[in-house]
């Protein structure tokens, strides 16, 4: 299988006085009311966490409310985190509740204006192809957990166990949403894909 | 948690690389700086305002329990002025003979005779 990390999900590079740590000390330390600590860990992790949010949100800016929505709740659970599981499990599902609180209130106030946002690109509409926009339309018409489980997939790399606990869905829904979201992408985009 | 990889472990195809492109993340360093400052702000303002907001009743709680005392204070002082007068207008009022004392030689008499007609069956 080939491996490779997508540039933008590497984590930022540490700075010295934080080198020889790891994320456990920074999580104990952060427990223990370090800002600073708690500080490396957003520094650790907001470019995973962002991906989770965007996965699940509309926009770019709602998964930026996510993404601080979900380190405040965080932050305000950690006296309640084992230090020996997984902090980046953990955070994720945070960030994917936060995410999914976040649409769900989004639907309440403005049901009828997001079919019409889905999924466009929040930055660079003047580079958008056929494909890309032909895409943007496809993936608008993927219910809300379909579109989710693809991108946290093909696009963030998680496995569809690690998906189905940040969504809180069964392992066997999340591949089988990703079967038919590839499905209803990959017929909506045929005949784009067939003039490449 | 799990490296990330390419769909199916094949080569990325158009439909996956938009994708990406689709939902790539900023990848300005500046960017997550800033956002990490925004997380901690957010975080300082949450403190800020749960502190604000622990103040702000701090001051009345503080006001409604002095207030509490003292009403709790008279209550009792109250409780103590009447029953030390009660217990004054006692001590002046002609004392009643007790039940007991008049009963008691009754009983007594009883007692004597019982004990007589003993005595002198034998």
């Known amino acids: 299988m080939t491996v490779a990390i997508a540039p933008h999900t590497l984590p930022a590079p540490l700075s010295v006085a934080e080198a020889g740590r790891t994320e456990r000390d920074y999580v104990?330390?952060?427990?223990?009311?370090?800002?600073?600590?708690?500080?490396?860990?957003?520094?650790?992790h907001e470019r995973r966490a962002y991906a989770v949010a965007r996965?699940?949100?509309?926009?770019?800016?709602?998964?930026?409310?996510?993404?601080?929505?979900?380190?405040?709740?965080?932050?305000?659970?950690?006296?309640?985190?084992?230090?020996?599981?997984?902090?980046?499990?953990?955070?994720?599902?945070?960030?994917?509740?936060?995410a999914l609180d976040l649409v769900r209130r989004r639907k309440?106030?403005?049901?009828?204006?997001?079919?019409?946002?889905?999924?466009?690109?929040?930055?660079?509409?003047?580079?958008?192809?056929?494909?890309?926009?032909?895409l943007a339309d496809a993936i608008a018409r993927l219910t809300e957990r379909q579109r989710s489980?693809?991108?946290?997939?093909?696009?963030?790399?998680?496995t569809h166990g690690e998906i189905g606990q940040m969504l809180g869905i069964p392992e066997g829904t999340a591949r089988s949403d990703l079967h038919h979201a590839r499905a209803t992408l990959r017929g909506l985009l045929r005949d784009v894909r067939s003039d490449l | 948690?799990?490296?990330?990889?390419?769909?199916?472990?094949?080569?990325?195809?158009?439909?996956?690389?938009?994708?990406?492109?689709?939902?790539?993340?900023?990848?300005d360093a500046s960017y997550w700086s800033e956002l990490e400052a925004?997380?901690?702000?957010?975080?300082?303002?949450?403190?800020?305002?749960?502190?604000?907001?622990?103040?702000?009743?701090?001051?009345?709680?503080?006001?409604?329990?002095?207030?509490?005392?003292?009403?709790?204070?008279?209550?009792?002082?109250?409780?103590?002025?009447?029953?030390?007068?009660?217990?004054?207008?006692?001590?002046?009022a002609p004392v009643a003979r007790p039940t007991e004392a008049i009963a008691r030689p009754m009983l007594q008499d009883q007692r004597d005779g019982t004990a007589r007609y003993v005595l002198s069956r034998d």
């Open chain 2, 1 to 27: 948690m799990s490296n990330l990889h390419l769909v199916h472990g094949h080569e990325e195809d158009d439909v996956t690389r938009e994708l990406r492109a689709l939902y790539a993340a900023p990848d």
């Open chain 1, 149 to 158: 489980v693809i991108v946290l997939h093909d696009v963030e790399g998680f």
């Open chain 1, 55 to 98: 996965a699940i949100v509309v926009t770019h800016e709602d998964a930026e409310d996510a993404v601080q929505e979900g380190f405040l709740h965080a932050y305000r659970a950690l006296d309640r985190f084992l230090p020996d599981q997984p902090f980046g499990a953990w955070l994720y599902r945070i960030m994917a509740n936060s």
């Open chain 1, 28 to 44: 104990l330390a952060a427990q223990r009311g370090d800002q600073d600590a708690f500080a490396a860990l957003v520094r650790l």
């Open chain 2, 38 to 92: 925004r997380v901690m702000q957010r975080i300082a303002d949450a403190e800020l305002d749960w502190r604000s907001e622990l103040s702000r009743w701090t001051r009345p709680a503080l006001l409604a329990a002095a207030a509490l005392i003292l009403a709790c204070g008279a209550a009792l002082y109250r409780t103590h002025e009447v029953e030390q007068a009660a217990a004054y207008e006692a001590l002046l």
């Open chain 1, 108 to 134: 309440v106030r403005e049901t009828d204006e997001l079919t019409e946002t889905v999924a466009l690109p929040f930055r660079d509409p003047g580079e958008a192809d056929e494909l890309r926009t032909r």
